[in-house]
């Protein structure tokens, strides 16, 4: 078997419809690199020219707004593809893909997913029906950000993050993200979030320990993100 075909991770993306014929095409044409914790995966404006699969590590997708601050979008994890937007509408990346950990990712060549593409309904199925389900995402947070007060995001964002993510071995959050890029994600200024932050700590909803955040009280936070 090809490394593609013995790799778990796409069975978590659209490569999963991909056959056996496909997946040896893609492993000789793929190129693999190790992205170090901080490094851009493609930046805001660059043709990607293709797609990212991440096999190993966590990366945040974020827009630089003209105030300098950087808003975070999405986190993706293993088995997530990564430009495929850029790629069918054919324009450069509208958001910045950088490392929050030590990465593994795997790069396939335009030329061949449209190959896929034209070949395998499957395939083009699977990754238009992505596309929509970031949209969605995109719809939902927007609303979130419409209607929920500063708190109720924070909330709502520890809980994601626990969940999807997972706990260390200390069950504190796996990710741990600064202050700063924490405030981009709930859209707020960093003073705001330490301030709520330093809020829940008080009231033992969490344990904060230097840059480790551990939620206590799961119950609490769950019922505060919905009010």
Same mark, same amino acid.
């Given at each position: 078997?090809?490394?593609?075909?013995?790799?778990?991770?796409?069975?978590?993306?659209?490569?999963?419809?991909?056959?056996?014929?496909?997946?040896?095409?893609?492993? !000789?044409?793929?190129?693999?690199?190790?992205?170090?914790?901080?490094?851009?995966?493609?930046?805001?404006? !660059?043709?990607?020219?293709?797609?990212?699969?991440?096999?190993?590590?966590?990366?945040?997708?974020?827009?630089?707004?003209?105030?300098?601050?950087?808003?975070?979008?999405?986190?993706?994890?293993?088995?997530? /593809?990564?430009?495929?937007?850029?790629?069918?509408?054919?324009?450069?990346?509208?958001?910045?893909?950088?490392?929050?950990?030590?990465?593994?990712?795997?790069?396939?060549?335009?030329?061949?997913? /449209?190959?896929?593409?034209?070949?395998?309904?499957?395939?083009?199925?699977?990754?238009?029906?992505?596309?929509?389900?970031?949209?969605?995402?995109?719809?939902?947070?927007?609303?979130?950000?419409?209607?929920?007060?500063?708190?109720?995001?924070?909330?709502?964002?520890?809980?994601?993050?626990?969940?999807?993510?997972?706990?260390?071995?200390?069950?504190?959050?796996?990710?741990?993200?600064?202050?700063?890029?924490?405030?981009?994600?709930?859209?707020?200024?960093? !003073?705001?979030?330490?301030?709520? /932050?330093?809020?829940?700590?008080?009231?033992?909803?969490?344990?904060?320990?230097?840059?480790?955040?551990?939620?206590?009280?799961?119950?609490?936070?769950?019922?505060?993100?919905?009010?």
């Amino acid at each position: 078997m090809s490394k593609c075909e013995q790799c778990i991770v796409r069975q978590f993306s659209s490569l999963k419809s991909l056959n056996k014929e496909e997946l040896l095409r893609m492993a !000789e044409c793929k190129t693999s690199y190790t992205i170090k914790k901080g490094e851009p995966i493609f930046e805001e404006g !660059e043709s990607v020219n293709g797609i990212f699969c991440i096999k190993e590590g966590v990366c945040k997708l974020s827009k630089l707004s003209s105030n300098g601050k950087d808003q975070i979008v999405k986190l993706l994890k293993p088995g997530e /593809l990564l430009g495929q937007r850029s790629m069918i509408s054919d324009e450069v990346a509208n958001l910045s893909a950088v490392a929050l950990e030590d990465m593994e990712v795997c790069f396939i060549p335009k030329t061949e997913i /449209l190959g896929f593409f034209n070949h395998n309904n499957d395939f083009s199925m699977n990754v238009m029906k992505t596309i929509c389900g970031d949209l969605k995402e995109a719809d939902d947070h927007m609303i979130s950000l419409a209607q929920k007060t500063v708190k109720e995001r924070l909330a709502e964002t520890l809980l994601y993050l626990e969940d999807t993510f997972g706990k260390n071995e200390d069950q504190s959050l796996h990710i741990q993200l600064s202050r700063e890029e924490l405030a981009g994600m709930i859209g707020t200024a960093t !003073e705001s979030c330490i301030r709520l /932050l330093s809020e829940f700590n008080k009231d033992n909803l969490i344990e904060i320990v230097g840059k480790k955040i551990t939620i206590l009280q799961k119950n609490a936070l769950i019922k505060l993100s919905q009010q």
